[in-house]
């Protein structure tokens, strides 16, 4: 229990620090809110990529009727589910104008340490007026994982670390300027983009001046999340395996990864069980800390069978494991940027392959190919795995996607727009 002074104070000075210490944020893009729905917003998403600053910006939006609260205060320590009522009851004696107001906002992050939190949540929602929003590093508060007291009542939100257009606005770049397409400023924009894909778009990171400072963050926050999101969340018993699979995952981003082929090649050193091995897999994907895009086919045993495509939550958290790489790393940028936008992505294996075909309307789909540049040995590959993807899916048009490339041409009655992927980062969606 939490007395009714300890939350007054912890109110206060959460609300005096963010007036007073958070002062510019970024504008964070796809991120929609309902606007007459009584839900339960909940941002969710890899450690460190700024669902905080999302409360923060909510808070500077509305500081006279809101309440901002982080469950990882020590001064909270011992908080229990009754002590949410205390907790209301603490913020409207702090301000007893709001009694009968309908538009309260209570910003809650880290929630996912109290239990019971879900059904609070509800009843200040449903039946109060107030407008919750949550937060959580855990997976505990991604879709799958809320509890069934929340389910079809929450709006959940995923976040990722910023996008290349995130990046350049904290870098105070008018990314609605034409001018930074062409000529002198494009050249600034695509020195920025050579950082950006080298360190990848953790908020705190991007911030950092010196590459010192930049490795320091990315090590710590890949410790963070061995130790806390996996071993520590999921009682790992196995700890070699587990980070042997960290660097065969983070190392493998942009590739399939088939863990029959994993188990086939460590575990006569290392015994360990296929069903351990494919649990620790599952709870990096819960974790958020790797996605993964499985092989377009009408027959989901099919999509089962044939190995997936993996990705990291940032290319960042692959410095510590991989080689300079710029084709993965592009493919990997795009997935991101694919995902940001909101589209359910495959990758398409027949003859030849194509890396993305991104459904974004009801039926339809949009074939597009990264390489890091085209040239006489590899043209052809890239082509035949575009057209062939293309047709396949009777689209009479596809994207290559490269680092510096730009051209417009057709192929077997097919257009191809290449795109260096800086370039596409920037484009209006």
Not at 33 to 53: D, I, M, S, W
Not at 75 to 86: I, K, Q, S
Not at 222 to 240: C, S
Request: charged share 30%.
């Amino acid at each position: 229990m939490v007395s009714l002074q300890n939350l007054k104070e912890v109110i206060v000075s959460s609300e005096d620090f963010i007036l007073k210490e958070i002062k510019d944020y970024v504008y964070r893009g796809n991120v929609l809110l309902p606007e007459t729905a009584n839900k339960v917003v909940v941002f969710y998403g890899v450690r460190r990529c700024g669902k905080t600053f999302m409360l923060y910006e909510t808070f500077k939006k509305h500081p006279e009727n809101s309440l901002y609260i982080d469950f990882e205060d020590d001064r909270l320590d011992g908080f229990e589910t009754a002590d949410f009522e205390r907790l209301k009851k603490a913020f409207f004696e702090l301000k007893p104008h709001l009694t009968n107001s309908k538009e309260p906002y209570f910003l809650l992050d880290e929630v996912q340490e109290v239990p019971g939190w879900e059904k609070f949540c509800r009843r200040a929602v449903e039946r109060e007026g107030i407008k919750v929003f949550v937060s959580g590093s855990s997976s505990k508060v991604m879709p799958g994982e809320i509890q069934t007291e929340l389910r079809g009542r929450s709006w959940n939100i995923e976040l990722f670390p910023f996008s290349f257009v995130e990046y350049l606005q904290q870098k105070m770049i008018d990314t609605d300027s034409p001018k930074i397409l062409h000529g002198r400023e494009s050249v600034a924009v695509k020195q920025h983009f050579t950082h950006y894909a080298r360190w990848g778009g953790f908020p705190e990171v991007c911030l950092a001046d010196s590459e010192f400072e930049k490795r320091k963050i990315l090590r710590e926050y890949l410790e963070a999340m061995f130790f806390k999101d996996m071993v520590e969340r999921y009682r790992i018993t196995n700890v070699p395996l587990l980070d042997m699979l960290f660097d065969k995952a983070f190392s493998s981003f942009s590739t399939k990864m088939s863990l029959t082929a994993f188990y086939k090649q460590y575990h006569e050193n290392m015994p360990f069980s296929k069903d351990i091995l494919f649990s620790y897999y599952r709870y990096m994907l819960q974790s958020m800390l790797l996605y993964e895009v499985k092989m377009l086919a009408e027959s989901t045993y099919k999509r089962m069978r044939n190995p997936a495509k993996i990705y990291p939550a940032d290319i960042g958290l692959c410095r510590r494991v991989t080689s300079a790489d710029i084709g993965r790393i592009l493919e990997a940028i795009v997935f991101l940027e694919l995902k940001r936008r909101g589209g359910e992505g495959f990758y398409f294996s027949g003859v030849h392959e194509c890396d993305f075909v991104v459904k974004t309307g009801e039926a339809e789909f949009i074939p597009y190919q990264v390489c890091a540049d085209l040239h006489d040995k590899n043209k052809e590959r890239e082509m035949e795995g575009l057209k062939e993807a293309c047709k396949h899916l009777n689209r009479k048009q596809g994207f290559l996607l490269t680092d510096s490339e730009e051209e417009e041409f057709s192929f077997d009655g097919i257009s191809i727009s290449v795109l260096p992927v800086w370039k596409w980062l920037l484009q209006k969606t």
